[in-house]
Protein backbone atom coordinates (compact mmCIF):
# COMPACT_ATOMS: atom_id res chain seq x y z
CA UNK A 1 0.00 0.00 0.00
CA UNK A 2 1.16 3.12 -0.79
CA UNK A 3 2.16 6.20 1.78
CA UNK A 4 -1.12 8.17 2.70
CA UNK A 5 -1.79 11.44 1.36
CA UNK A 6 0.64 14.27 2.72
CA UNK A 7 0.67 17.85 2.79
CA UNK A 8 -1.88 19.58 0.32
CA UNK A 9 -3.34 15.79 -0.85
CA UNK A 10 -4.49 15.91 2.44
CA UNK A 11 -7.12 18.44 1.92
CA UNK A 12 -8.42 15.75 -1.08
CA UNK A 13 -9.24 13.50 2.28
CA UNK A 14 -11.05 16.00 3.86
CA UNK A 15 -13.50 16.34 0.98
CA UNK A 16 -13.75 12.48 0.23
CA UNK A 17 -14.79 12.49 4.10
CA UNK A 18 -17.67 14.81 3.13
CA UNK A 19 -18.70 12.92 0.35
CA UNK A 20 -18.73 9.07 2.70
CA UNK A 21 -20.42 11.09 5.47
CA UNK A 22 -23.39 12.17 2.76
CA UNK A 23 -24.02 8.70 2.40
CA UNK A 24 -25.78 8.87 5.93
CA UNK A 25 -28.00 11.11 4.66
CA UNK A 26 -31.80 9.89 4.44
CA UNK A 27 -31.67 12.52 0.96
CA UNK A 28 -28.48 12.23 -0.24
CA UNK A 29 -27.27 14.66 -2.96
CA UNK A 30 -25.15 11.93 -4.73
CA UNK A 31 -24.17 8.20 -4.17
CA UNK A 32 -20.25 7.99 -3.24
CA UNK A 33 -19.82 4.17 -2.50
CA UNK A 34 -16.01 4.36 -2.53
CA UNK A 35 -15.56 7.30 -0.74
CA UNK A 36 -15.52 5.95 2.88
CA UNK A 37 -13.32 3.33 1.79
CA UNK A 38 -10.96 5.66 0.44
CA UNK A 39 -10.87 7.81 3.41
CA UNK A 40 -10.43 4.47 5.73
CA UNK A 41 -7.30 3.55 2.90
CA UNK A 42 -5.74 7.47 3.59
CA UNK A 43 -6.26 7.14 7.71
CA UNK A 44 -8.99 9.52 8.23
CA UNK A 45 -9.64 12.81 8.21
CA UNK A 46 -10.17 13.79 11.92
CA UNK A 47 -7.56 16.03 12.22
CA UNK A 48 -9.56 18.39 9.84
CA UNK A 49 -13.08 17.78 11.55
CA UNK A 50 -13.12 21.14 12.07
CA UNK A 51 -12.59 22.60 8.31
CA UNK A 52 -15.41 20.06 7.34
CA UNK A 53 -17.59 21.31 10.27
CA UNK A 54 -17.40 25.28 9.69
CA UNK A 55 -18.19 24.18 5.92
CA UNK A 56 -21.80 22.60 6.49
CA UNK A 57 -23.20 21.17 3.22
CA UNK A 58 -20.83 23.55 1.34
CA UNK A 59 -18.40 20.70 0.07
CA UNK A 60 -21.36 18.22 -0.50
CA UNK A 61 -23.73 20.97 -2.33
CA UNK A 62 -20.93 21.84 -4.42
CA UNK A 63 -20.01 18.08 -5.38
CA UNK A 64 -24.00 17.90 -6.63
CA UNK A 65 -23.27 21.15 -8.84
CA UNK A 66 -20.17 19.95 -10.35
CA UNK A 67 -21.97 16.45 -11.63
CA UNK A 68 -24.97 18.29 -12.70
CA UNK A 69 -22.55 20.54 -14.44
CA UNK A 70 -20.27 17.55 -15.70
CA UNK A 71 -23.47 15.42 -16.81
CA UNK A 72 -25.61 17.92 -19.14
CA UNK A 73 -22.53 18.81 -20.82
CA UNK A 74 -22.37 15.51 -22.12
CA UNK A 75 -18.40 15.85 -23.77
CA UNK A 76 -16.60 12.87 -25.15
CA UNK A 77 -13.72 13.98 -23.03
CA UNK A 78 -13.72 15.03 -19.66
CA UNK A 79 -10.41 16.26 -17.63
CA UNK A 80 -10.69 16.66 -13.74
CA UNK A 81 -7.62 18.83 -12.48
CA UNK A 82 -6.94 18.08 -9.05
CA UNK A 83 -9.09 14.90 -9.21
CA UNK A 84 -7.95 14.09 -5.91
CA UNK A 85 -10.37 11.41 -4.44
CA UNK A 86 -12.85 12.50 -7.09
CA UNK A 87 -14.88 8.98 -7.64
CA UNK A 88 -17.15 10.14 -10.68
CA UNK A 89 -15.28 8.07 -13.30
CA UNK A 90 -17.07 5.24 -11.44
CA UNK A 91 -20.16 6.68 -9.86
CA UNK A 92 -21.35 8.75 -12.71
CA UNK A 93 -23.15 7.10 -15.63
CA UNK A 94 -21.11 8.82 -18.33
CA UNK A 95 -22.52 8.57 -21.85
CA UNK A 96 -20.95 5.53 -23.78
CA UNK A 97 -17.69 7.02 -25.46
CA UNK A 98 -16.84 8.94 -22.49
CA UNK A 99 -12.96 9.52 -21.58
CA UNK A 100 -11.95 10.90 -18.55
CA UNK A 101 -8.95 12.18 -17.64
CA UNK A 102 -7.81 12.84 -14.06
CA UNK A 103 -5.10 14.89 -13.41
CA UNK A 104 -3.08 15.23 -9.48
CA UNK A 105 0.44 15.11 -7.50
CA UNK A 106 1.98 11.67 -8.41
CA UNK A 107 2.15 10.53 -4.88
CA UNK A 108 -1.55 11.44 -4.77
CA UNK A 109 -2.41 9.03 -7.80
CA UNK A 110 -0.10 6.46 -6.79
CA UNK A 111 -1.72 6.38 -3.51
CA UNK A 112 -5.34 6.20 -5.53
CA UNK A 113 -4.90 3.81 -7.85
CA UNK A 114 -3.33 1.42 -5.34
CA UNK A 115 -6.72 2.10 -2.85
CA UNK A 116 -9.39 1.81 -5.36
CA UNK A 117 -7.64 -1.47 -6.70
CA UNK A 118 -8.28 -2.57 -3.07
CA UNK A 119 -11.62 -1.40 -3.27
CA UNK A 120 -11.98 -3.40 -6.75
CA UNK A 121 -13.17 -0.14 -7.75
CA UNK A 122 -14.40 -0.16 -11.44
CA UNK A 123 -15.27 3.09 -14.05
CA UNK A 124 -17.74 3.78 -16.02
CA UNK A 125 -16.29 5.25 -18.70
CA UNK A 126 -12.28 5.19 -19.98
CA UNK A 127 -10.59 6.48 -17.22
CA UNK A 128 -7.21 7.84 -17.62
CA UNK A 129 -4.85 9.06 -15.09
CA UNK A 130 -2.09 11.62 -15.28
CA UNK A 131 -0.15 12.07 -12.34
CA UNK A 132 1.60 15.80 -12.65
CA UNK A 133 1.97 18.61 -10.64
CA UNK A 134 -0.18 21.54 -12.35
CA UNK A 135 2.42 24.14 -11.83
CA UNK A 136 4.56 22.60 -14.55
CA UNK A 137 3.88 21.13 -18.15
CA UNK A 138 0.89 19.23 -17.14
CA UNK A 139 -0.57 19.74 -20.60
CA UNK A 140 2.29 17.88 -22.50
CA UNK A 141 1.94 14.85 -19.79
CA UNK A 142 -1.80 15.25 -20.94
CA UNK A 143 -1.47 15.15 -24.63
CA UNK A 144 0.97 12.30 -24.27
CA UNK A 145 -2.11 10.09 -22.43
CA UNK A 146 -4.30 10.80 -25.53
CA UNK A 147 -5.87 13.80 -24.74
CA UNK A 148 -7.30 15.22 -28.14
CA UNK A 149 -7.97 19.39 -28.04
CA UNK A 150 -9.91 19.31 -31.11
CA UNK A 151 -12.38 17.00 -29.52
CA UNK A 152 -14.51 18.94 -27.42
CA UNK A 153 -13.90 18.31 -23.84
CA UNK A 154 -15.91 19.29 -20.29
CA UNK A 155 -13.06 20.82 -17.69
CA UNK A 156 -13.81 20.39 -14.14
CA UNK A 157 -11.39 22.79 -11.50
CA UNK A 158 -12.80 22.13 -8.37
CA UNK A 159 -11.11 23.04 -5.10
CA UNK A 160 -7.75 23.86 -6.63
CA UNK A 161 -7.27 27.45 -7.43
CA UNK A 162 -6.90 28.96 -4.16
CA UNK A 163 -4.06 26.69 -3.78
CA UNK A 164 -2.26 28.27 -6.12
CA UNK A 165 -0.40 31.20 -6.62
CA UNK A 166 -2.30 33.95 -9.05
CA UNK A 167 0.17 33.15 -12.01
CA UNK A 168 -0.17 29.14 -11.77
CA UNK A 169 -3.68 29.79 -11.65
CA UNK A 170 -4.13 32.15 -14.80
CA UNK A 171 -1.51 29.55 -16.69
CA UNK A 172 -3.98 26.74 -16.09
CA UNK A 173 -6.94 28.78 -17.19
CA UNK A 174 -4.57 30.17 -20.42
CA UNK A 175 -3.86 26.05 -21.18
CA UNK A 176 -7.23 24.63 -20.62
CA UNK A 177 -8.46 27.46 -23.13
CA UNK A 178 -5.97 26.48 -25.42
CA UNK A 179 -6.86 23.00 -25.52
CA UNK A 180 -10.46 23.86 -25.61
CA UNK A 181 -12.33 23.88 -29.30
CA UNK A 182 -15.87 26.19 -29.23
CA UNK A 183 -18.81 24.52 -27.23
CA UNK A 184 -15.97 22.81 -24.55
CA UNK A 185 -17.36 23.52 -21.09
CA UNK A 186 -15.54 24.36 -17.72
CA UNK A 187 -16.42 24.54 -14.05
CA UNK A 188 -14.58 25.96 -11.67
CA UNK A 189 -14.79 26.56 -7.81
CA UNK A 190 -12.68 29.87 -6.26
CA UNK A 191 -13.47 32.34 -3.29
CA UNK A 192 -12.94 35.63 -3.53
CA UNK A 193 -10.71 38.03 -0.74
CA UNK A 194 -13.07 38.97 1.56
CA UNK A 195 -13.70 34.87 1.76
CA UNK A 196 -10.19 34.72 2.53
CA UNK A 197 -9.85 37.50 4.56
CA UNK A 198 -13.18 35.52 6.97
CA UNK A 199 -12.29 35.74 10.55
CA UNK A 200 -14.28 32.38 10.58
CA UNK A 201 -11.80 30.93 7.82
CA UNK A 202 -8.53 32.36 10.49
CA UNK A 203 -8.47 28.55 11.88
CA UNK A 204 -8.87 26.97 8.51
CA UNK A 205 -5.96 28.71 7.55
CA UNK A 206 -4.42 27.86 10.07
CA UNK A 207 -4.87 24.12 10.13
CA UNK A 208 -3.62 24.30 6.30
CA UNK A 209 -0.77 26.02 6.89
CA UNK A 210 0.10 22.80 8.63
CA UNK A 211 -0.18 20.70 5.99
CA UNK A 212 1.58 23.29 3.80
CA UNK A 213 -1.59 23.81 1.33
CA UNK A 214 -1.96 27.86 2.21
CA UNK A 215 -4.24 29.30 0.21
CA UNK A 216 -2.49 32.03 -2.20
CA UNK A 217 -4.81 33.48 -4.28
CA UNK A 218 -8.66 34.79 -5.06
CA UNK A 219 -10.67 36.25 -7.32
CA UNK A 220 -13.03 39.18 -7.84
CA UNK A 221 -14.86 38.78 -10.97
CA UNK A 222 -14.98 34.99 -12.03
CA UNK A 223 -16.95 35.85 -14.48
CA UNK A 224 -14.58 38.81 -16.54
CA UNK A 225 -11.53 36.52 -15.47
CA UNK A 226 -13.44 33.68 -17.73
CA UNK A 227 -14.58 36.17 -20.27
CA UNK A 228 -10.91 36.97 -20.27
CA UNK A 229 -9.73 33.50 -22.20
CA UNK A 230 -12.92 33.38 -24.17
CA UNK A 231 -15.47 32.06 -22.18
CA UNK A 232 -19.61 33.07 -21.10
CA UNK A 233 -19.92 31.88 -17.65
CA UNK A 234 -22.64 31.49 -15.20
CA UNK A 235 -22.36 31.76 -11.34
CA UNK A 236 -24.83 29.86 -8.78
CA UNK A 237 -25.59 31.52 -5.87
CA UNK A 238 -25.30 29.08 -2.67
CA UNK A 239 -28.47 30.16 -1.52
CA UNK A 240 -29.95 28.99 -4.85
CA UNK A 241 -28.36 25.94 -4.84
CA UNK A 242 -29.25 25.15 -1.17
CA UNK A 243 -32.96 25.98 -2.12
CA UNK A 244 -33.21 23.89 -4.76
CA UNK A 245 -31.48 20.71 -3.08
CA UNK A 246 -33.73 21.41 -0.05
CA UNK A 247 -30.49 22.11 2.38
CA UNK A 248 -30.07 25.16 4.52
CA UNK A 249 -27.72 27.20 3.25
CA UNK A 250 -24.42 27.03 4.81
CA UNK A 251 -23.65 29.53 7.28
CA UNK A 252 -20.30 29.93 5.34
CA UNK A 253 -21.93 31.33 2.70
CA UNK A 254 -25.04 32.65 3.63
CA UNK A 255 -25.07 36.32 2.73
CA UNK A 256 -26.70 37.49 6.47
CA UNK A 257 -23.75 36.20 8.00
CA UNK A 258 -20.62 36.76 5.30
CA UNK A 259 -21.92 39.72 3.45
CA UNK A 260 -19.63 39.86 0.12
CA UNK A 261 -17.52 37.18 0.87
CA UNK A 262 -17.66 34.49 -2.01
CA UNK A 263 -17.26 31.34 -2.60
CA UNK A 264 -17.50 31.33 -6.62
CA UNK A 265 -19.70 28.19 -8.33
CA UNK A 266 -19.08 29.22 -12.04
CA UNK A 267 -19.90 27.13 -15.15
CA UNK A 268 -19.19 28.35 -18.56
CA UNK A 269 -19.12 27.41 -22.17
CA UNK A 270 -15.92 27.81 -24.11
CA UNK A 271 -17.12 30.97 -27.52
CA UNK A 272 -14.26 31.18 -29.35
N1 LIG B 1 -10.98 18.16 -6.65
C1 LIG B 1 -10.94 17.21 -5.58
C2 LIG B 1 -12.22 17.23 -4.78
O1 LIG B 1 -12.94 18.25 -4.81
O2 LIG B 1 -12.51 16.24 -4.12
C3 LIG B 1 -9.76 17.45 -4.64
C4 LIG B 1 -9.72 18.80 -4.03
S1 LIG B 1 -8.50 18.94 -2.76
C5 LIG B 1 -9.17 20.27 -1.85
C6 LIG B 1 -7.13 19.71 -3.59
C7 LIG B 1 -6.39 18.79 -4.54
O3 LIG B 1 -5.49 19.58 -5.30
C8 LIG B 1 -5.57 17.70 -3.87
O4 LIG B 1 -5.91 16.44 -4.39
C9 LIG B 1 -4.13 18.07 -4.22
O5 LIG B 1 -3.26 16.96 -4.34
C10 LIG B 1 -4.34 18.81 -5.53
N2 LIG B 1 -3.25 19.72 -5.88
C11 LIG B 1 -2.84 20.79 -5.15
N3 LIG B 1 -1.79 21.38 -5.77
C12 LIG B 1 -1.55 20.66 -6.89
C13 LIG B 1 -0.61 20.78 -7.93
N4 LIG B 1 0.32 21.74 -7.93
N5 LIG B 1 -0.64 19.88 -8.95
C14 LIG B 1 -1.56 18.89 -8.95
N6 LIG B 1 -2.51 18.74 -7.99
C15 LIG B 1 -2.49 19.62 -6.97
Redo the contacts with the bound molecule.
Keep these: MQRP?VG??R??V???AA?ANEQRHLRRLFTDPLAAGLVEAAGSANDLNGVRTLAGDH?VL??RYFDDQLLSSAQPQVV???????TRAFRLQWPPGTTLFE???PD?VEFKEDALHDLQARPHCERVVVP????ED?PTALIQAGFDPKRPTAW?L???FM??PPD?GDRILYWVSALSTRGSTLALEHVNREFRELPQMRPVHDRFDTLD?RWQSDVEDPVEWLAGHGWHATVTHQVDLAAQHDRAVPAITDPRKVGDARIWLASAIHTV
Aim: aromatic share 8%; hydrophobic share 65%.
Design positions: PVATALIARFRTIMAAGLDLDLMCDLRWLEGLFLAA
